[in-house]
């Protein structure tokens, strides 16, 4: 009886052994297999909701220049808010009409928000007016106006329309930083002027000098091409507008457009 209890109990203490064996190896096997992975889907999903389209950076309206041709207020104000502070820009709509509408219209429109100061030559002038977006640029490339008479002469801190000769005024300005009274003579017909912050006017970058060809400076075709995107990479000093916006009793619904003007070439810049 001693020795089958004794036996039983060897028996016993045996299989115990193997079972924690058992266990042991289970237990690492788990440990050192990977989980699972799971099963990729075979069908097409669908998302709870699709992306929403990319919402435009400009006015769409700006893409039919045509349309836009609203006559101006007799007199109107402008105040950009620019990357070195803000001015103003009074017009005067009897110094140059067919400017001061279009200035208008550009601007009631947004066309100069995020544009830079391309072009600043110290003892001449400040100039811009390319879009800062190229689909703008290109619809407004041929978008010509008619000449206005030379009214009033090109001093400190007046407002012109760059121009490439007769009737190719689109969309580019400059601000005279000096009297330049020798341009009056190759019809730039100011159109409005400086009252408030011409001191700021004065401050924008000039490190680039003139433009290309002639110069270092930025190409303007680019521009026109690249957008701003062309110019934050190349020339990432230069002072930009944040927004150009109507003021005042300018800013009420403007009149009713009159009928387009006939396109022709388009304007470049001041000699």
Do not use: C
């Amino acid at each position: 009886m001693r020795q089958s209890g004794w036996m039983m109990a060897a028996a016993v203490a045996v299989l115990a052994t193997m079972a924690a064996g058992i266990a042991r190896a289970q237990a690492q096997s788990s440990q050192q297999s990977p989980a699972p992975a799971k099963p990729k889907s075979t069908g097409t999903t669908t998302p709870a909701h699709k992306p929403a389209a990319p919402v435009s950076s400009y006015d769409r309206a700006l893409l039919r220049p045509a349309l836009l041709t609203a006559k101006a207020p007799e007199s109107y104000q402008v105040k950009f808010t620019t990357a070195r502070g803000d001015f103003v820009v009074t017009v005067t709509r009897a110094w140059a009409p067919v400017g001061a509408d279009r200035f208008y219209n550009l601007v009631k429109h947004h066309f100069y928000d995020n544009a830079s100061f391309f072009r600043v030559l110290p003892g001449f002038v400040v100039q811009f007016g390319i879009n800062a977006y190229p689909p703008v640029s290109a619809a407004w490339s041929k978008a010509t106006i008619k000449d206005d008479p030379v009214t009033q002469t090109n001093k400190k801190g007046s407002i012109t329309f760059a121009t490439a000769g007769a009737d190719t005024r689109t969309t580019q300005v400059f601000i005279n930083l000096v009297d330049n009274k020798r341009l009056d003579g190759s019809g730039f017909a100011p159109f409005g002027q400086v009252t408030e912050g011409m001191n700021v006017v004065e401050l924008m970058y000039e490190g680039y000098g003139e433009g290309a060809p002639g110069g270092a400076g930025p190409n303007q075709d680019l521009i026109e091409k690249q957008g701003k995107t062309y110019l934050d990479k190349s020339f990432p000093k230069l002072d930009f507008i944040k927004s150009a916006t109507l003021v005042g009793s300018a800013a009420a619904p403007p009149a009713k457009s009159a009928p387009a003007a006939k396109p022709a070439a388009a304007a470049k810049k001041p000699q």
